[in-house]
């Protein structure tokens, strides 16, 4: 255990700045006094051009959420593969007033924040890559839109449905993020395909060619198109049009070739990895040891490191087909989100935000095991906002009933007991999003960029400049 921990440590030739091993079955822990890491710093960073960019994105991952998942499976002094990556900062997260853009709204959903991370401009909570105060359609430039038309190959993967706002804000523009399928535009009139506009969020991302696109919400692609010239088909049977093998589950995944693959794997949301007790009121119930396996034992769906290394396989490994020909060149972007972080800490479930924060914490892996063997990848593991669950003094039974919100006392893996609460609303109302900076960490060309205090917005130019996708960093707030 302490042998495999100081390897993880030391995966990019850098050891942790304060390395503490602990030693997980006795719940002891000692400190090791941390090497100088001038030298492999200055080692790592890379200023050179990327081929591939990937961007790993935890919905809802602030500190905090990083943290309990930390202490939960590898302990304290543990460290998670996201935690290996050589550069990191943090980011600051927040969204414009849409009646007024000149004010901030200081908490972000992640259509705002996506729109922010994708587009490099910022906009109001619930618009999708589309500009603040606009009444018509106002489309802003994505990255995956950019890299498509420079002739990279383009992947979108996520744990929620396909047309939720984070996979949406890059290869769709709405001014509601409530406008996922053909029968859901009541909020957005002008986007209607039968008023000439360019449709729903699950129209938009087939209609965009996007090479690689896994994650739920079937649903909406068994919607109906109501104008254009795909008029009366189903998304589904107009995406098979346009050349996508649609597959169902992990099994239909592995087998699937290109030039385009639509992977539909749940009517809504992907299954969850762990179960667990919900946190509750006081009296709480006793301490609690997570649920895992429950996805794989109950389900056909691929978890989202299988999803990762495939896309990666079938991004790598075709040529690329949305640009001209001459324009295509090798590389690709993809994104890959963990997109239920966020949903169980909305609903105050611990265990089931672990489970999926350590299951996006896998698919990390998968991406810095691909960027070992090529060298041109930038890895970037963020989050979009911060949420709502704190890691807080076990109660006592004496004070318990003085707690505010919802809490839940897990027993860790190295044999303590920590408590979570979530006291942003009453309890089972559905807890909020918070304002708080995240975390940005980056391994291979360009890195370097996240360090410090950054914004949101900025993302968006270190991967366009890493891809050669802009000549110069415009401007940012
Ligand atoms: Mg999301
Ligand atoms: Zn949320």
């Known amino acids: 255990m302490i042998r495999h921990r100081a390897r993880r440590h030391r995966m990019f030739g850098i050891a942790a700045a304060v390395a503490t091993i602990g030693s997980a079955a006795a719940g002891l822990s000692m400190a090791v006094t941390p090497a100088d890491q001038s030298d492999a710093l200055r080692r790592a960073i890379d200023g050179g051009p990327a081929r591939n960019v990937i961007l790993f994105l935890g919905d809802g991952m602030g500190d905090s959420e990083m943290t309990i998942a930390r202490n939960y499976q ?56 589309s500009a603040v105060g606009s009444a018509g359609v106002a489309p802003l430039v994505t990255i995956l839109e950019l890299a498509q038309r420079a002739g990279l190959r383009v992947g979108n993967v996520t744990t929620s449905e396909l047309t939720d706002a984070t996979p949406a804000v890059l290869d ?41 696109l896994l994650g739920g919400g079937r649903r909406r692609f068994a919607q109906t198109i109501e104008g254009g010239p795909d008029r009366g088909k189903t998304v589904m049977e107009s995406a098979e ?56 034992l109950l389900t056909n769906e691929p978890s989202l490191a299988e999803m990762t290394a495939r896309a990666i396989d079938l991004l790598q490994n075709a040529r690329g087909t949305s640009g001209s020909p001459s324009a295509v060149r090798r590389g690709f972007f993809l994104q890959v989100e963990g997109a239920s972080i966020d949903k169980q800490a909305h609903v105050e479930s611990p265990c089931q935000q672990i489970g999926e924060t350590i299951a996006f914490d896998q698919a990390v892996k998968v991406g810095l095991d691909f960027a070992r063997s090529h060298p041109q990848t930038l890895i970037i593991v963020t989050a979009d906002h911060a949420h709502s669950g704190q890691i ?44 708080s900076q995240v975390r940005i960490a980056a391994a291979g060309p360009q890195a370097a960029n996240v360090v410090g205090l950054t914004n949101q917005t900025d993302l968006f130019t270190t991967m366009a400049r890493a891809l050669g996708l802009v000549p110069e960093a415009a401007g940012s707030r």
């Open 241 to 296: 049009a346009k050349g996508y093998t649609i597959v169902y589950d992990a099994s239909g995944l592995a087998a699937a070739r290109g030039p385009r693959v639509l992977g539909l794997f749940n009517d809504g949301n992907m299954s969850l990895e762990w179960t667990g007790q919900p946190a509750s009121p006081a009296p709480y119930r006793a301490p609690q040891t997570c649920l895992e396996g429950r996805r794989a």
């Open 172 to 212: 769709a523009h709405v001014n509601d993020r409530s406008c996922q399928g053909p029968a859901d535009m009541k909020a957005c009139a002008p986007y209607r395909k039968s008023n000439g506009g360019p449709g729903s969020i699950a129209e938009q991302s087939v209609d965009h060619l996007v090479d690689v």
């Open 392 to 435: 807080v003094p076990v109660p006592s039974a004496s004070e318990a009933s003085a707690r505010p919100g919802a809490l839940s006392v897990l027993l860790t893996k190295e044999g303590s007991q920590m408590a979570v609460s979530y006291a942003t609303r009453a309890p089972g109302r559905a807890q909020d999003h918070t304002g």
């Open 74 to 129: 590898v302990g304290a002094g543990g460290r998670l593969w996201m935690d290996t990556l050589p550069f990191t900062g943090a980011y600051t997260t927040y969204a414009l007033q849409e009646r007024d853009p000149r004010r901030v709204d200081y908490v972000t959903d992640s259509a705002a924040s996506g729109t922010g991370w994708a587009t490099g401009v910022r906009t109001s909570n619930g618009r999708v890559s």
